[in-house]
């Protein structure tokens, strides 16, 4: 009989690997303890943007005209228990407030509340990002019967279908042959499809994702910092990431330079690495790590200030600022530690009239930063504006017509945290262009 699933926590990663699940054949039975989300997902909506999601949800969501009906809901964990083979804990680890550390209370609350429903013979699997040695401890809190397993997650915000369902690889840590034997049936489809699976034991499974998420992180502080040396030197960073992206052994992704990175992952995982690596004693192994995220939080006071070069310098108390984007990275809503809103509130906070716009992250943007002022499109943004800040790269900025925008402003200025626009069609159409770690033309 095929494997019942059940997906704990129903944020970015459990609502879509809730689906990918159900899209694999699977019958699927998702958990979330807010009620206003089970009800939302229920009716096959999701409660964020993600590309592809809705309708892969819409696809197999019991009741749905159409649906496989695969693929329920619920708030209690008496069903959730009854029904489950296999159990993802999908829940999120946010970083502690004021200090490094992994926040795991959501982790605990949900295997606090799976433990006496989980019937023998299931396995838990881990997806969320902890802190090495944390499975270990959470497999004692299970009963006798009920195994553990850790499979980490490398999902990408906007990307997350696709990721889900053709992973660059699956990681499985795991203490038994039999909890290896589940998993590999759970991902037969994508292994069988290419998708290489590495086996190991609890340690290194956790350490894989936090490891992963560093190396991202020290690339884009890399770049981040050649693009500062570019820029008192006078170089240009993109044309450098270009040439040295060419060695298949450094390769081309992950060197965009700009305001550097944010998100609910990397800033929080990199922290709560070196928050770890201090209680195992191995702090020193990981200092760098302190660098690469004071390099990535001086893009963003690089921003401002040339935001206030930008105006003449001195303060911004009267100055228009319009800020085209507030989410972390595009195709997504998400401002969780967002640079954009970052430098748009930096700004707004010395006194500058902060004007934001953005594709799909203005709702949760207003949540956190009410008091910035928020327009409905790029060209109400603008509009009067002394000078205008790229800070996320949206396709719609791409696509802007600089001409349009540029009678509409008040004066042509534009800043471009992620060397993403077009310098060449900015100034031809009569723009000051000026980008991060580029010479000033
Ligand atoms: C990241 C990891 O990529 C993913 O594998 C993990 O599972 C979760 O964390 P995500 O946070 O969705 O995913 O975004 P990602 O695409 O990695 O971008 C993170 C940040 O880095 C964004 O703010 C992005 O703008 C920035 N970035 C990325 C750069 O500044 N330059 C780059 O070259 C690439």
Not at 25 to 35: A, K, N, Q
Not at 57 to 83: C, M, N, P, Q, Y
Not at 173 to 180: H, K, W
Not at 300 to 310: K, Q
Request: hydrophobic content about 45%.
């Amino acid at each position: 009989m095929a494997l019942k699933i059940t997906v704990i926590g129903t944020g970015y990663l459990g609502a879509t690997h809730a689906a990918a699940m159900a899209e694999l054949g699977f019958d699927v039975l998702g958990l979330d303890v807010v009620p206003e989300k089970i009800e939302l997902l229920s009716q096959g909506r999701v409660p964020m943007y993600e590309p592809g999601l809705e309708e892969l949800l819409r696809k197999h969501v019991a009741g749905i005209e159409g649906s496989s009906g695969r693929l329920r809901f619920t708030t209690s964990w008496e069903e959730l228990g009854a029904f489950g083979d296999v159990h993802f804990v999908c829940v999120n680890t946010p970083q502690k407030h004021g200090e490094y550390a992994c926040d795991m209370s959501y982790v605990d609350a949900a295997f606090a509340s799976l433990a006496p429903v989980a019937r023998e013979g299931s396995l838990v699997v881990g997806k969320s990002t902890v802190p090495v040695g944390s499975a270990a401890r959470l497999s004692e809190v299970l009963p006798e019967g009920v195994e553990l397993a850790w499979n980490p997650e490398f999902l990408r915000e906007g990307f997350a279908v696709q990721d889900t369902l053709h992973p660059d690889r699956l990681v499985v840590g795991v203490a038994s042959e039999r909890a290896e034997k589940l998993l590999r049936e759970v991902y037969a489809t994508p292994i069988a499809e290419g998708s290489p699976l590495v086996v190991t034991d609890f340690p290194t499974a956790e350490l894989v994702k936090t490891s992963a998420n560093s190396f991202l992180a020290t690339k884009i502080s890399f770049i981040n910092a050649m693009a500062e040396v570019c820029e008192a030197a006078g170089g240009d960073v993109v044309k450098l990431a270009e040439a040295i992206g060419y060695d298949e052994r450094i390769g081309a992704k992950f060197l965009r330079a700009g305001i550097g990175f944010g998100g609910g992952c990397l800033p929080k995982d990199i922290r709560a690495f070196m928050a770890r690596a201090g209680e195992l004693g191995a702090d020193q192994a990981l200092t760098f790590l302190r660098e690469v995220d004071s390099i990535n939080m001086r893009r963003r006071g690089h921003m401002v200030e040339l935001a206030r070069e930008a105006l003449g310098g001195g303060s911004f108390l009267g100055k228009r600022v319009a800020v085209l984007g507030a989410t972390f990275k595009p195709d997504s809503d998400d401002v969780r530690d967002s640079p954009a809103l970052n430098v748009a509130g930096q700004i707004h906070l010395q006194g500058g009239q902060v004007t934001v716009y953005d594709p799909k992250g203005m709702a949760n943007a207003r949540q956190v930063f009410p008091t910035l002022g928020y327009a409905e499109s790029a060209l109400d943004a603008v509009r009067g504006a002394d000078v205008v800040l790229h800070l996320t790269e949206w396709r719609e900025f791409r696509e802007l017509n600089p001409a349009e925008l540029g009678a509409a402003v008040g004066s042509a200025v534009i800043l471009d945290g992620r060397n993403a626009l077009d310098p060449v069609r900015w100034r031809e159409a009569g723009w000051t262009y000026r980008a991060m770690g580029r010479p000033v033309a």
